[in-house]
C-alpha cells in the first residue's frame, strides 16, 4: 500500500510532502485535534511507520498511534485518538486503549519518552495481533483478535507537532516467521537475537511465572548464529550463576544486539525473582518457541513439549507443578483467589479496587483516588488494592493533594481482608484484626501502636508529590519506603497474602498509584546491572568484550542507573530531564566510579526552564549508584551524603553552612560547577571554575560524585579533557539561554551583531559574572596583575567601547589600564600586564600612551590612577585610524593616531593593582558619525569628587563620653573605653554607603570600632549627654541593631554568624570601615573600600547607621557624602515620605513633595466563574461557593505606585481567607482555575502568612496572618523600583515579599473561603491611626505620640479604626474566659471594638512597634505582646485631664480571685489581699526611700504594689497564677493569666531589682536591676485595661 496519509484528518492538521508530513497547526495554543489516518487499509504484514519531526515542550502527552475499523472517509474525526470508538486499538504512553477504555498497561516503550527523529511503527501481522514498532524494534503483542480491515491510526498529540511517513511495508526479517503453528511449537526459529528475545521477553510476560529463557549456552549460541542448536530449558534449569565470557570475536552481533540480548535476560531473571520464583521452570515452558497467544487464562495445552504449560494458572501434574509462592501462580491452582479466575500476568497492574470507602472517588483507570469534600469530612477515605500483593513486588503510591485544615494525614500498610467482602471503616486503625498500618512515624498492628518511631519521617509531615511505598518480602517482613528510601523491616512474619490499603485521612485528599516496575525503571535496572558486569558494555571499543580494556582511560561518566525523571545520553556524558516542564525533582544521577582524591568532578549546566524554584544541586555520596534506590532529591538522603544547595552545605539532610558560597539556584545556561574531595578529606566546591573554599572535613575516601537536576536545572555535561563539548542545546522553547558569572561556555560563537560582552579567554585572576558585562579580579587583596580581559568580538568603526569602575581597593599603586590590541583572543597568550605586549597593541596607562610595550606620549588629557569608583572609561577607533579615550562620557581627544584602518581590533582592559571590578555600560555602542572622525583637540581631565554630594554627619545625640568636631564629621571619645555610639544624622537610603576613617587608637584598651544599622531613631533619645544610652553597642537592645564586634555579626546582642570577613579588632589608625543597606534588604560592610559580603539579611528599611567608639579606637572621622539634596525634588516620594522634618510636632501636611498621578485600576472582566462585578469594575464579589473567586486588574500596576484594595464583606461560615499577589503575564486569555494556588507560571503569591511562587512556598512567617484581616482592612501591593514585591496593611509596609518580579505585572486577588468581597480604594487611604482630614506624613509621627499604635489625640479610648480583629480567634477564646469569670458589665468599656489583641497575627496586622514612651518624663514600657486587653471604663474626668496623658504605663499580675475587689476600687490597692502582687515593706519617713533617721518613729510595715513596664516580669506565674478552665466552644481545656495594664504617676514609684532571683534577662529592653517598681501610694495607679492570656 502507498505510505500516504489520508486526505481527511483533524480540524487543526495540515498535510504537505504529497500527504506524507502531517502537521498540527497553533501547536503551543492547541494541543490536540490532530488525527491522521493511513490512506488505504493496512495489509498484514505491513508496519505502517512515522518519523518524529518536531516537538514542543508546552504541553504533556505525546504522540499516540494504532489502528481503527472506521473508514476515514466517513469519520467524524474526535479531538484525541482516545476518542474512537467502534473498533479502535490505541496505543497511548505505555498503555494499549481499546475503544477509549485500557485493556493492558505498561506495554512496550513510553511513546511520550520519544524525541524527535525517532521512529514509530504499527503492524496488524497475520494472527489479528497488534504489534508496535519503535525505531526498528517490535515491542510484542499489544492486543490480539483483530479485524482484517483496519486503517493506520496516529494522532499527533500534546508535545507531538509534526510528523512524516517513511514506510509501509514488511519488516525486513519477518518473511519467514508465519509458519505452521504445529512446526513452532517443535522448535524455534530465531532469525534474529532480537526477535529471539522479543519473543521470550513476551512469552514470559503474558503467563505468570513462566519463564523461557535458554540456558547460558544457549544464549552463546544464539549469539553465534546457530540457533538451531538451542536447547530447551525445562523447569529444572536453575538460572545461571554467572554471565558468559567466551563470546567469539568474530560474532556477526552488534554491540546493540549484544546489550538487548543481556537485557531482556535479566528482565526476564529479576522478574522472576520479584514475583517470588526460586525456580526457571515455574509451571514449564514448552519448547521455548511457543505462541504468545496461547498463553491465556483457561487454556489446556499443559503437558506437550517435556512439560511445558501454557496454562497462566498453574502446572499440570506431568508438567511437575511449580514453586512460586506468589498468590497467584502456585502448582494446581490459585491461592487466595476464588477458582477459575485464571493466573495473574504481569500485565495485571496494580489498581485499587472499586469497592472502596464513602467518600472516594475513583479515576486514571483506578489508578488514583481522591476524598470528595475534603474541607468538609476528614475520614471515609480507605482505598485498597485490586489483588492482592506478590512477594517483593512494591506497592507505592504518590501523594498529588493536601488540604491544610485538619490534624493527621495519609496512612498506608496491609490487611488480609478481602475488598469484596470487607465493610470498610471510617479509618482503616479502626479495623480490629489482620491489619499493619504506617501512621504518622509509628506502626499501628490491629489498631494498636506497637512501634512508636519506626523511621525518621512522619507520614503527616509529607508534601504534595512525595512518595510512599510498601513491599511483602519473600521472608515475610513489611518494609516501607519513602521517597525510595528503604525505611527499614517494620513488622516481621506478615501473612503470605495480604491487600495494599491507603487511608486518605485528614490532611490527604489525593493519591496516584506509582507503577515502580515500568519499562523506564526496567531497563535502567538492566543497565546497571550490566554496567557492574561490564563497564564498557554500552560504549564504543574495539571488540566485543565482558572485560574492560585495561588500557581504556578511566572516564568519570554518569552511571545509567538515575532518577525516575532523569535520563542519561551521550555515552553517559550528559543528563537531563526530558519532561523538566512538567516534573520538578526526580533528577538525581551519580558518576559510574568513585572519584580520585582531587579529582575534580564538573558539569556545566546545558538547559534551563524558568518555571521551577531552586536549580541544579551537586556533592558526593557514599552510596553505590548500583544498588542505591534514588530519592526524589539527594537532600533526602539521611546518610553518607553531602550537597552544596542554593549558597549553603547539608549533610546528611542537615544545613551545617548557610552562607558557604555563590548561590547555584542563580546559575544560568554554560554555568559549571564542580567538586572534589582532597586528600586531607576535606570537600571543595567550584562555580565556574571558582574555588568556594572547603565545605567539610573528614569525608571518606570512596565517594561518587552526585547531581541534582533539580528545579530549574533541566541538563547538564560533564567535562572533562577526553572529548569536546557538545554545543549548548538551541532551544528556544525555554527562551533564550542566559550566560551567568562566569560561564566557561558564555559568548562564545558570539555573531558580530550581538551585545558587547568580555571573552570567555582571559587572564588568570580575572573572573567573568553576570552574563558576560562584569569583570574582576579575584585575590585582590593579595594578586594585583593577571587580570586582563578582553572584548568578545572586534569594535566597528566608531563604536564605543564603555566600562565603570565598581571596585577599588586601597592596597596597590597604579590602577586601570585600557586600550585596543589587533591581536585574536584565540590567540594571546595572556601576559601578566598588557603592557608587556610588543606588537599590535595601544594602551593607556596612568597619562602614558602606549604602543607595543612602549610609550609614544605622556601627559595625556587624563590619568587613569587618579579614577575611582563610578568612573567611567571608554574607547573608540575611528574610520580614520584615530584612538579615543572617553571619560565620563567626555571625548579626551585623540590619543594616537596610525591605528591599521579596516584591520579587527578589540577592546582590552587590565585590572591592575588598585582597580578590581568594571562592568559594560549601556552607552556601548556606535557614537554620532561626527565624532567618529572627529580630531578634537587635546584637553585637561577635570577630576571630580569621588562620590557626589555633600559629607555625611554625625547626629548630635551619642554617647556620654563622644564629643563631636568639625560640623558633625568627626568623633572623639574623651574618657573611659565604653559609651562611644554615635549615629548617622540621617536614616540611609537604599546601597548608601556611610565610611568612616579611624584617626587614632589607644592600644591601652582591648577591643577596637564596632558598625552597624539599627532602627532606634536617635531625634526620639533625650537631649546629650546620653547617660541612659547603652555603653555599648552590642547592649544596645530596645530596638533592632545589627552589628559587627571584631569579626562576629550580632542581631540585639544575639551572635549570628561567626567568622565574618576581616576582623575589626586588626584595624589600625588610616583604615576605612563602611556600612551599607543593599536593596536586597542585606547590611554589607566595607573595609578600606572592599566589600565583605552580605552580613545579615531581612535588615529594616528605616535604619540609621551606628557606630561604637570602643577599645582602642578613639577617634574616626567620615570619609562618605550622601546624594546632593536637589536630586530630591525630582525624584518621586517614597512611601515612607521621608521627605517631612523629622522634629516636626504639629499635624502640617507635607511640603515640597511632588505629586504623583496614578494611574487608575479597575478589575478586568476577565475572572472566576463565581465573580460578580460592579461599581464601575471596581468592586468584585463571590456570589456562590467558596472558590472560583480570581481576579485580576484591567492594568499593570506601575513600578512605585501603591495598589490597594478594602475588605468589604467576609461570610464566616467558610475557613481561610482571601490570598493576592502579582502575576507576570497578561490575564485578557488567562483561563482561571478554582485557586490562585494552582496558577504555576509567573506568579509570586501571598496566603496566610507565607510566600509563594509559582505555588511553592518561598518565604514563611511574612507579614500577619490575611486569614485574620477582618471586613475594613485595606490591604495593597507594591513593585518597587529594584523589582521587590511589598505587602501593605492599612498603610504599613510589611517589608520586601519576593524579589525580580517582572514588569508588567499585574496585582490578582483571590476572594476565597470567608472573604466574599472587596473594592478597589481610589482615594488617599490615611495611617493606621490617622483622624479624618489628618493628612499629616507618617514618617512625622514621633513614637512618642504613640501608645499601642494610637495616636496621643485619640489616646485611652483606642480609636475604632484600630481594632482590627473581629475575626481574631484567640481574642475570641479570651473573650469566652472573660465571660466566665461573670464580672459586671459596668466596669468595661461598652463599646468592644476598643479591645486589641496583642496575638501575633493582630499587632503584625496593625504594625505595633515592640516599645514606646509616655509621660512626662518619657519612660519606655513594652506592649504585652500574647495578651488580649479588654478596656475598662474610665472616669469622666481622667478622660479630659490633660495630666492624665503624663502618667507612665506599667502592669500588674494578680490572681483572678483578686480580680473583682481590684475592679471595685478602680485602682491597685496597697491593702490588696493578692499574696502575688502585694509585700510588706517598711515605712520610711516623709514619703522617702532613704534610710530612717535616728529619732524616727518605730518602724511598721505596710504592704506595696509590684508593677513592671513589661508583661514578661508581671505576668510570670509567681504574679499572675495560672487557673484551668474549660472553653464552653470547643470543650477543650486551656489555662489562663490575668493582669492589669495601668497607668502610674510619675514620682509615685520606686525602680529596683526583680526580686526572684532570676539571673537570665527577662526583657531585651528592660534590664534585670529596673524591671519591677514599686508604690505604695493610693491614688497612684489608674486601671486602664484588663489583660488575658490562654495557653
Same mark, same amino acid.
Given at each position: ?124 501481522? #497475520? ?122 570475536? /568474530? ?18 531473571? =529479576?522478574?522472576?525473582?520479584?514475583? @517470588? ?165 509509628? +506502626?499501628?498492628?490491629? #489498631? ?10 512522619? &507520614? ?5 508529590? %512525595? ?29 503470605? *497474602? *495480604? ?103 564538573? *558539569?556545566?549546566?546545558?538547559? $534551563?526552564?524558568?518555571?521551577?524554584? #531552586? ?44 552562607? =558557604? ?57 560533564? $567535562? ?118 610588543? =606588537? ?122 563622644? *564629643?563631636? &568636631? ?45 558598625? @552597624? ?10 537631649s546629650c549627654p546620653l547617660s541612659g544610652l547603652s555603653p555599648s553597642l552590642t547592649q544596645l537592645r530596645s530596638k533592632v541593631t545589627w552589628l559587627l564586634a571584631g569579626s562576629e555579626v550580632r542581631r540585639n546582642g544575639v551572635l549570628q554568624r561567626q567568622n565574618y570577613g576581616c576582623s575589626l579588632d586588626r584595624l589600625t589608625v588610616g583604615n576605612r570601615v563602611g556600612v551599607k543597606r543593599c536593596s536586597d534588604d542585606t547590611m554589607h560592610i566595607f573595609i578600606d573600600g572592599e566589600d565583605m559580603g552580605p552580613a545579615a539579611t531581612a535588615v529594616a528599611k528605616n535604619v540609621y547607621a551606628v557606630l561604637d567608639l570602643y577599645g582602642k579606637v578613639t577617634a574616626v572621622s567620615i570619609v562618605s557624602s550622601t546624594l546632593v539634596e536637589d536630586t530630591e525634588s525630582v525624584k518621586a516620594p517614597s512611601l515612607s515620605s521621608d521627605s517631612c522634618s523629622e522634629g516636626e510636632e504639629d499635624s502640617t501636611p507635607c511640603e515640597n513633595e511632588p505629586t504623583l498621578v496614578p494611574m487608575a485600576m479597575a478589575f478586568l472582566e476577565n475572572h472566576g466563574k463565581n465573580i460578580q462585578l460592579s461599581n464601575q469594575n471596581l468592586t468584585a464579589a463571590r456570589v456562590s461557593s467558596y472558590n ?19 475588605? /468589604? ?52 512567617? =511574612?507579614?500577619?496572618?490575611? /486569614? ?64 479624618? @482630614? ?15 499604635? +494610637? ?21 475570641? &477564646? ?10 459586671? %458589665? ?160 510619675? @514620682? ?44
Open positions: 500500500m502507498a505510505a500516504e496519509l489520508h486526505p481527511r484528518s483533524g480540524k487543526l492538521i495540515g498535510l504537505s510532502n504529497s500527504n506524507r508530513t502531517a502537521q498540527r497547526n497553533q501547536p503551543v495554543q492547541e494541543f490536540n485535534h490532530g488525527l491522521v489516518l493511513s490512506r488505504e487499509p493496512l495489509r498484514d504484514r505491513d508496519v505502517f511507520t512515522v518519523r518524529i519531526d518536531k516537538k514542543v515542550n508546552s504541553w504533556s502527552g505525546s504522540i499516540e498511534i494504532g489502528v481503527t475499523a472506521l473508514d476515514p472517509a466517513a469519520l467524524d474525526f474526535p479531538s484525541s485518538a482516545t476518542g474512537l470508538k467502534g473498533g479502535s486499538w490505541i496505543v497511548s504512553g505505555c498503555s494499549v486503549l481499546k475503544d477509549g477504555r485500557s485493556v493492558l498497561e505498561e506495554y512496550g516503550r513510553d511513546l511520550d519518552q520519544l524525541g524527535e527523529g525517532d521512529r514509530v511503527g504499527i503492524q496488524r501481522n #497475520g494472527r489479528g495481533e497488534l504489534h508496535l514498532w519503535v525505531n526498528g524494534q517490535d515491542c510484542g503483542t499489544a492486543a490480539s483478535g483483530l479485524p482484517s480491515r483496519l486503517w493506520a491510526v496516529v494522532d499527533l498529540y500534546g508535545k507531538c507537532t509534526q510528523v512524516t511517513v517513511v514506510s509501509c511495508e514488511p519488516p525486513p526479517d519477518t518473511e519467514d516467521q508465519e509458519e505452521d503453528e504445529e512446526e513452532r511449537e517443535e522448535e524455534v526459529v530465531s532469525p534474529s537475537p532480537a526477535a529471539l528475545t522479543t519473543e521470550v521477553c513476551r512469552d514470559h510476560e503474558d503467563r505468570t511465572g513462566a519463564l523461557v529463557l535458554p540456558a547460558v549456552p544457549a544464549l552463546a549460541s544464539v549469539m553465534n548464529g546457530s540457533a538451531e542448536e538451542v536447547p530447551e530449558v525445562t523447569r529444572g534449569h536453575s538460572r545461571p550463576d554467572k554471565f558468559p565470557n567466551n563470546f567469539e570475536p /568474530d560474532t556477526v552481533l552488534t554491540e546493540h544486539q549484544l546489550f538487548d540480548v543481556f537485557n531482556n535476560a535479566i528482565v526476564s531473571l =529479576y522478574r522472576s525473582e520479584d514475583e @517470588g520464583g526460586e525456580d526457571l521452570g515455574l509451571g514449564g515452558a514448552g519448547g521455548g518457541g511457543s505462541d504468545p497467544s496461547r498463553a491465556g487464562a483457561g487454556s489446556n495445552n499443559g503437558a506437550r513439549g517435556g512439560g511445558g504449560n501454557e496454562n497462566g494458572s498453574g502446572g499440570s501434574a506431568e508438567g511437575g507443578g511449580s514453586t512460586n509462592n506468589s498468590p497467584s501462580g502456585n502448582a494446581g491452582g490459585t491461592a487466595g483467589m476464588p477458582v477459575g479466575t485464571g493466573g495473574m500476568t504481569t500485565n495485571d497492574a496494580l489498581l485499587f479496587h472499586e469497592k472502596c470507602g464513602t467518600l472516594i472517588k475513583l479515576s486514571n483507570n483506578n489508578k488514583t483516588a481522591e476524598r470528595r469534600r475534603p474541607l468538609d469530612e476528614f475520614n471515609n477515605g480507605v482505598v485498597m488494592t485490586n489483588r492482592p500483593l506478590r512477594h517483593n513486588e512494591m506497592f507505592e503510591i504518590r501523594i498529588d493533594k493536601l488540604v491544610d485544615k485538619w490534624s493527621g494525614s495519609i496512612e498506608i500498610g496491609v490487611t488480609t481482608h478481602n475488598p469484596n467482602n470487607l465493610d470498610y471503616p471510617a479509618t482503616m486503625t479502626n479495623l480490629r484484626s489482620g491489619t499493619i498500618m504506617m501512621s504518622g512515624c509509628g +506502626i499501628l498492628t490491629n #489498631g494498636k501502636g506497637t512501634r512508636r518511631e519506626y523511621c525518621e519521617f512522619s &507520614l503527616d509531615e509529607l508534601q504534595e508529590g %512525595d512518595h510512599i511505598g510498601l513491599m511483602r518480602k519473600a521472608s515475610g517482613a513489611l518494609h516501607f519506603y519513602i521517597n525510595g528510601i528503604d525505611q527499614g523491616v517494620a513488622a516481621n512474619q506478615t501473612p503470605g *497474602v *495480604v491487600y495494599g490499603v491507603v487511608d486518605l485521612y485528614g490532611m490527604a485528599v489525593k493519591v496516584t498509584i506509582v507503577h515502580n516496575h515500568n519499562h523506564s525503571d526496567r531497563l535502567r535496572r538492566n543497565n546497571a546491572i550490566m554496567r557492574a558486569l561490564s563497564p564498557d558494555v554500552g560504549r564504543p571499543r574495539p571488540a566485543l568484550s565482558l572485560t574492560p580494556d585495561p588500557e581504556a582511560p578511566d572516564r568519570l561518566l554518569f552511571h545509567p542507573n538515575c532518577g525516575q525523571k532523569a535520563a542519561i545520553i551521550g555515552d553517559g556524558r550528559t543528563a537531563l530531564r526530558p519532561h523538566a516542564t512538567d516534573d520538578f525533582n526526580h533528577g538525581v544521577v551519580l558518576s559510574n566510579r568513585p572519584l580520585h582524591s582531587n579529582e575534580v568532578f564538573q *558539569v556545566r549546566i546545558d538547559k $534551563m526552564v524558568d518555571k521551577w524554584a #531552586g536549580s541544579i544541586e551537586i556533592g558526593v555520596t557514599t552510596h553505590n549508584p548500583a544498588y542505591l534506590q534514588l530519592p526524589s532529591t539527594m537532600t533526602n538522603l539521611r546518610s553518607g551524603t553531602w550537597m552544596m544547595t542554593g549558597n549553603g552545605v547539608m549533610h546528611n539532610g542537615t544545613t551545617i553552612l548557610d552562607e =558557604y558560597g555563590h548561590n547555584l539556584d542563580r546559575l544560568k545556561a554554560g554555568d559549571t560547577v564542580g567538586v572534589v574531595r582532597k586528600d586531607d578529606g576535606s570537600l571543595h566546591f567550584f562555580v565556574n571554575g571558582v574555588p568556594q573554599g572547603p565545605a567539610a572535613w573528614n569525608v571518606p575516601p570512596s565517594v561518587y560524585a552526585v547531581v541534582d537536576l533539580y528545579g530549574q536545572a533541566a541538563q547538564a555535561t560533564i $567535562m572533562d579533557d577526553m572529548a569536546d563539548l557538545p554545543p549548548l542545546p538551541d532551544d528556544n522553547s525555554e527562551g533564550p539561554t542566559a550566560m551567568s558569572p562566569g560561564s566557561p561556555c558564555s559568548i562564545t560563537g558570539a555573531s558580530a551583531a550581538s551585545d558587547l560582552r568580555f571573552h570567555q579567554l582571559h587572564g588568570t585572576n580575572a573572573v567573568i559574572t553576570n552574563g558576560g558585562r562584569t569583570a574582576l579580579r579575584q585575590n585582590c587583596r593579595s594578586e594585583f596583575n593577571d587580570a586582563i580581559v578582553i572584548s568578545n568580538r572586534c569594535l566597528r568603526d566608531g563604536e564605543l567601547f564603555e566600562i565603570v569602575i565598581q571596585k577599588m581597593v586601597d592596597r596597590w599603586s597604579g590602577s586601570i589600564e585600557a586600550g585596543v590590541t589587533a591581536i585574536r583572543p584565540e590567540e594571546l597568550e595572556f601576559p601578566n600586564t598588557m603592557t608587556d605586549i610588543d =606588537y599590535d597593541t595601544w594602551m593607556l596607562s596612568g597619562t602614558a600612551i602606549m604602543q607595543d610595550g612602549n610609550t609614544m606620549r605622556n601627559n595625556y588629557g587624563c590619568d587613569l590612577d587618579s579614577l575611582s569608583t563610578g568612573s567611567r572609561i571608554g574607547m573608540m577607533r575611528t574610520a580614520s585610524g584615530d584612538l579615543h579615550y572617553y571619560i565620563n562620557g567626555v571625548d579626551q581627544g585623540v590619543a594616537c593616531t596610525g591605528l591599521p584602518p579596516g584591520k579587527e581590533v578589540y577592546a582590552v582592559i587590565d585590572l591592575y593593582g588598585q582597580c578590581v571590578q568594571v562592568s559594560i555600560t549601556s552607552s556601548s555602542g556606535p557614537l554620532d558619525n561626527s565624532l567618529c572622525t572627529s580630531n578634537i583637540t587635546e584637553k585637561s581631565f577635570p577630576i571630580h569628587s569621588p562620590v557626589a554630594g555633600v559629607a555625611h554627619r554625625l547626629h548630635n545625640k551619642h554617647g556620654k563620653n563622644v *564629643v563631636l &568636631l568639625g560640623d558633625g564629621c568627626q568623633a572623639v571619645r574623651v574618657g573611659g573605653y565604653a559609651h562611644g555610639i554615635v549615629f548617622s544624622a540621617k536614616e540611609l537610603k537604599t546601597d548608601e554607603l556611610f565610611e568612616v576613617k579611624i584617626n587614632e587608637v589607644d592600644e591601652q584598651w582591648s577591643g577596637s570600632l564596632r558598625i @552597624g544599622l539599627t532602627t532606634l531613631q536617635p531625634p526620639d533619645l533625650p472560583q473567586g480570581l481576579l485580576v486588574t484591567a492594568q499593570p500596576v506601575p513600578r512605585q505606585q501603591l495598589f490597594q484594595f478594602q475588605i /468589604d464583606r467576609l461570610n464566616s461560615s467558610w475557613t481561610s481567607s482571601l490570598s493576592l499577589g502579582v502575576i507576570g503575564h497578561s490575564p485578557d486569555r488567562l483561563n482561571f482555575p478554582s485557586t490562585a494556588c494552582c496558577l504555576k507560571r509567573s506568579v509570586w503569591l501571598l496566603q496566610r502568612d507565607s510566600v509563594f511562587h509559582n505555588s511553592l512556598k518561598i518565604c514563611e512567617n =511574612y507579614g500577619p496572618n490575611l /486569614d485574620t484581616c477582618p471586613e475594613g482592612t485595606v490591604l495593597g501591593l507594591l513593585v518597587d523600583a529594584n523589582g521587590c514585591l511589598h505587602l501593605y496593611v492599612n498603610g504599613m509596609d510589611q517589608g520586601v515579599a519576593a524579589q525580580d518580579i517582572p514588569s508588567p505585572c499585574y496585582p490578582l486577588i483571590d476572594l476565597y473561603g470567608q472573604c466574599e468581597q472587596v473594592t478597589i480604594v481610589t482615594s488617599h487611604v490615611p495611617a493606621v491611626g490617622a483622624e479624618s @482630614g489628618d493628612v499629616r506624613c507618617q514618617g512625622d509621627m514621633e513614637k512618642a505620640d504613640m501608645v499601642d499604635g +494610637i495616636k496621643e489625640s485619640v489616646c485611652w479610648t483606642p480609636p475604632p479604626a484600630v481594632n482590627p480583629n473581629k475575626t481574631c480567634e484567640y481574642q475570641a &477564646l479570651c473573650s469566652r474566659f472573660k465571660d466566665l469569670l461573670t464580672l459586671p %458589665d459596668g466596669y468595661f468599656n461598652e463599646d468592644a471594638k476598643y479591645n486589641l489583641c496583642y496575638c501575633e497575627s493582630c499587632h503584625k496586622l496593625r504594625g505595633d512597634e515592640a516599645y514606646y514612651k509616655r509621660g512626662e518624663p518619657p519612660r519606655d514600657y513594652a506592649l504585652p505582646f500574647g495578651w488580649c486587653r479588654f478596656a475598662l471604663r474610665i472616669k469622666p474626668h481622667c478622660e479630659v485631664s490633660n495630666t492624665f496623658k503624663k502618667w507612665h504605663i506599667a502592669y500588674h499580675g494578680t490572681s483572678v480571685g483578686s480580680l473583682r475587689r481590684t475592679l471595685d476600687h478602680s485602682q491597685l490597692l496597697p491593702e490588696s489581699s493578692s499574696v502575688f502582687s502585694a509585700s510588706p515593706v517598711k515605712a520610711e519617713s516623709h514619703g522617702s526611700y532613704g534610710e530612717p533617721e535616728e529619732n524616727s518613729a518605730p518602724e511598721r510595715e505596710i504592704p506595696c504594689v509590684r508593677l513592671s513596664p513589661t508583661m514578661r516580669y508581671s505576668g510570670l506565674e509567681v504574679f499572675a497564677p495560672k487557673v484551668q478552665f474549660r472553653d464552653p466552644r470547643s470543650l477543650r481545656c486551656h489555662h489562663a493569666q490575668v493582669g492589669f495594664q495601668v497607668c502610674v504617676r510619675p @514620682g509615685s514609684y520606686k525602680v529596683g531589682p526583680q526580686s526572684l532571683g532570676i539571673s537570665e534577662p527577662l526583657d531585651p529592653r528592660f534590664s534585670n536591676t529596673e524591671i519591677e517598681w514599686i508604690t505604695k501610694e493610693k491614688g497612684g495607679t489608674l486601671l486602664y485595661g484588663l489583660l488575658i492570656r490562654v495557653e
